[in-house]
């Protein structure tokens, strides 16, 4: 029927021929378009009120007189968050755009190496507050056919991630190695690697944490300034490029975060 939109699934049947069923989605889909706009409007309307409370909050704390220690406090409070509920409303606006594929994406070819050293440069300071250490591993020489800015977005995310998570429990910082090498399957591709030495995450949990808000220990999280919807954007973020991602994770010996991307059939030089 036109106007409505159908989920088909076919499959031949022995001797020739092949049986086609048609479900009507139309309804789902019209709910989902709904919800997604819904989180994107509301993001959008709580920037505008948030941006006001910080902005009254940090001027009362610039002033130093009449002002108690107690109520220094709660204006600390409230200006804590206020900065949390401002980076949540980001990462939903991010995300509806990135669901609703509304993000403009402009691929090109570009060098593995070129990405990865660009990301490990950007993360330099968060590195050195958490005492961690940052080193490239094995680059092949090859280009990828991505948006430049959408694999710094996803390989800064790992890269943080790593640096936050994947602390040793004995304490200290943790050691993150960040590669690329071609494969051949399922098509040409690169993959990039973000491993660190950390605590790991357990079996039940890795296959989770690329779901909206999922986090393995939410104080810790919160406590680093998380909202949960960090991988789930990465994972939109690849998979909106042609590119698949995964994790890997012993307890106790470090995770490592796989993802692909396509590999540039004409090379720039
Ligand atoms: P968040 O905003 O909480 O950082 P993410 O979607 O980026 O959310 O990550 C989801 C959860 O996965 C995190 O809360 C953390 O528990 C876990 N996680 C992510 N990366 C790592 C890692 N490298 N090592 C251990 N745990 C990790």
Avoid: W
Avoid at 20 to 38: P, S
Avoid at 210 to 229: A, I, N, P, Q
Avoid at 232 to 253: D, K, N, P, Y
Wanted: proline share 4%.
């Amino acid at each position: 029927v036109p106007g409505r939109i159908y989920e088909v699934n076919a499959s031949p049947m022995p001797g020739g021929g092949a049986v086609a069923v048609l479900h009507d989605v139309t309804r789902i889909e019209e709910v989902e378009r709904t919800q997604k706009d819904f989180v994107a409007n509301v993001s959008h309307e709580l920037r505008t009120p948030l941006t006001s409370i910080t902005g009254y909050v940090e001027t009362l704390l610039d002033h130093e007189a009449g002002i108690s220690p107690q109520g220094r406090e709660f204006l600390g409070t409230i200006l804590k968050n206020a900065t949390r509920m401002n980076r949540l409303t980001e990462d939903l606006l991010v995300m509806a755009r990135v669901e609703a594929a509304t993000v403009e994406l402009s691929p090109a070819p570009v060098p593995a190496d070129l990405l990865v050293r660009e990301a490990v440069a950007g993360m330099k300071g968060l590195v050195q507050e958490n005492e961690g250490v940052l080193e490239i591993g094995t680059i092949t020489d090859c280009q990828v056919f991505a948006d430049h800015d959408a694999v710094m977005q996803v390989l800064s995310n790992l890269i943080e991630n790593a640096i936050k998570y994947g602390q040793p429990k004995a304490g200290g910082g943790t050691r993150v190695v960040i590669s690329a090498r071609e494969v051949a399957a399922p098509y040409d591709a690169v993959e990039f690697s973000v491993r660190d030495f950390g605590q790991g995450i357990a079996s039940e949990h890795l296959n989770r944490i690329f779901e909206r808000f999922y986090r393995v220990d939410k104080t810790r999280s919160r406590e680093s300034g998380g909202t949960g919807l960090g991988l789930s954007i990465v994972r939109h973020m690849v998979q909106a490029q042609g590119g698949t991602i995964r994790a890997e994770s012993e307890l106790g010996e470090g995770s490592c975060f796989l993802f692909t991307l396509p590999k540039a059939l004409y090379p720039v030089h």
